[in-house]
C-alpha cells in the first residue's frame, strides 16, 4: 500500500483520549500499527512532547483496541476517555449537526461538496463547541461507493440484497428503506466478518476504506456512484482541553491541526490511486444506470419531510446547506452529471 494514502474516511478509524493529571494523551485507532496515518500521528505525538517540554504526552493504541465511536463516545461520559477521532456521524449524540454530510444522495460531485463546505464547516465546528467539545479539525473521507459480488447498476439490482448500514446511522437506514431495500445495521468492525458468512451482500465504503479495511477481498464490483460523503472529525471534551495552559493549547492545537489539515489535503489523491488499485486487484468499476438516478436522488429527497421532524437533525443548519447547493447548481450547472 502506497505510502501517500494518509486518508482513512467515515468509516476507517476511530480515536479515543484520555488523561493522567491532565497531561496524558490517550489515542486509539482502528487503524493497523505500521500504516502511514499511524506513523504521521505518532510523529506528531512526538512533537507534542518536545514543544511541550515533556507536559503533554499522547500515547497511541492502534488496532480498533479502544473500540467504535459509540463506545468512546460511552467512555467519555463515565471519564474514561476525554475525546476522539470520529466519523462525522459518531458524534450525532453529542451534536446533531454532524448527521447532514452523509445524507443518501445529497451531493453529486467532489465540487459541491467543496462549495458546501466552505460555508457550512465553520457552523459545524462551532456548534461542536456547543456542545463542550474542541474540534481539532475536519478530514475528508471522501464518497462511499457501493461494492458487492454483482454489478450494481440500479435500484432493481439491490432488491432483496442485504446492504450494510453504520450502527447508529438513522439517516441512511431511512433512505434505505424508502427505496424499499433490506438494510443491516453493523458496527464497522463487523463489516469483513459480515461479507465473509454471507450476513452482507453489500456494502458501501471509499476505495481507500475498502483498501485499508480489507473489504475489498470480498468483492468483484464497485459502482461509480458517490453514494454518501464521509468526513472525519477530531474533537477533545473542552472541560479536559482547557486543563492544558494556553500556550500548550496552542501547540495541541497546531499540531494536530496540521496532521488533520493534511489527511485533508491527501484524500482525493489517495482514493483516486485507491480506485486504480481496486481494479489491479479485481474489483471491477460499474457505470451506474444514468436513466434511473434521478429517480433514486428523488425517493431520497421523499424522505426530508420525516428528516426534518427527526431531533438527530439541525433543521436550520439543514436549510443553509440545502440553499447552499441550489446556489451552486444554479452557477454551475454543468457539473450536474450525475457522476
Known amino acids: 500500500m502506497p505510502d501517500s494514502w494518509r486518508t482513512w474516511g467515515c468509516l476507517v478509524w476511530v480515536l479515543a483520549f484520555g488523561a493522567v493529571q491532565g497531561e496524558e494523551i490517550k489515542l486509539a485507532s482502528i487503524a493497523p500499527e505500521g500504516s502511514h496515518w499511524i506513523r504521521d500521528m505518532r510523529a506528531g505525538s512526538e512533537r507534542i512532547r518536545e514543544l511541550t517540554e515533556g507536559r503533554v504526552t499522547i500515547k497511541l493504541y492502534p488496532g480498533g483496541v479502544m473500540g467504535n465511536d459509540a463506545q468512546v463516545l460511552r467512555k467519555m461520559r463515565i471519564g474514561q476517555l ?14 446533531s449537526g454532524f448527521n447532514l454530510y452523509g445524507i443518501p444522495l445529497l451531493f453529486h460531485s467532489l465540487e459541491e461538496v ?3 463546505r466552505e460555508r457550512i464547516d465553520p457552523k459545524l465546528e462551532a456548534g461542536l463547541e456547543r456542545a463542550g467539545l474542541v474540534s481539532l479539525g475536519f478530514s475528508e473521507g471522501g464518497f462511499a461507493n457501493l461494492m458487492a459480488n454483482e454489478p450494481i447498476r440500479n435500484v432493481q439490482d439491490l432488491m432483496r440484497k442485504k446492504i450494510w448500514v453504520p450502527e447508529g446511522d438513522q439517516i441512511s437506514f431511512l433512505a434505505m428503506e424508502a427505496l424499499g431495500l433490506s438494510p443491516v445495521v453493523l458496527p464497522v468492525t463487523d463489516v469483513l466478518t459480515g461479507l465473509q458468512t454471507g450476513l452482507l451482500d453489500v456494502t458501501a465504503a471509499s476505495p481507500v476504506t475498502a483498501l485499508v479495511l480489507q473489504w475489498h477481498t470480498k468483492v468483484r464490483y464497485r459502482t461509480e456512484l458517490p453514494v454518501s460523503y464521509s468526513m472525519g472529525v477530531l474533537a477533545i471534551e473542552a472541560g479536559i482541553f482547557r486543563r492544558l ?4 493549547q496552542d501547540i495541541v492545537r497546531e499540531v494536530m491541526g496540521e496532521i488533520m489539515a493534511g ?5 482525493r489523491d ?5 480506485r486504480v488499485v481496486l481494479q489491479r486487484s479485481g474489483v471491477m468499476p460499474v457505470d451506474v444506470d444514468l436513466a434511473n438516478l434521478e429517480g433514486w436522488r428523488r425517493t431520497v429527497k421523499g424522505t426530508y419531510p420525516e428528516l426534518r421532524r427527526r431531533p438527530d437533525i439541525d433543521v436550520a443548519l439543514f436549510d443553509e446547506l440545502l440553499a447552499a447547493l441550489a446556489e451552486y447548481r444554479s452557477q454551475a450547472p454543468s457539473l450536474l452529471s450525475g457522476r
Open 82 to 95: 476525554h475525546g476522539g477521532a470520529f466519523a462525522a456521524g459518531g458524534l450525532v449524540a453529542r451534536y
Open 114 to 116: 467543496d462549495y458546501v
Open 245 to 248: 495552559n494556553t500556550s500548550d
Open 263 to 267: 489527511l485533508d489535503q491527501a484524500s
Open 270 to 274: 489517495d482514493n483516486r490511486e485507491a
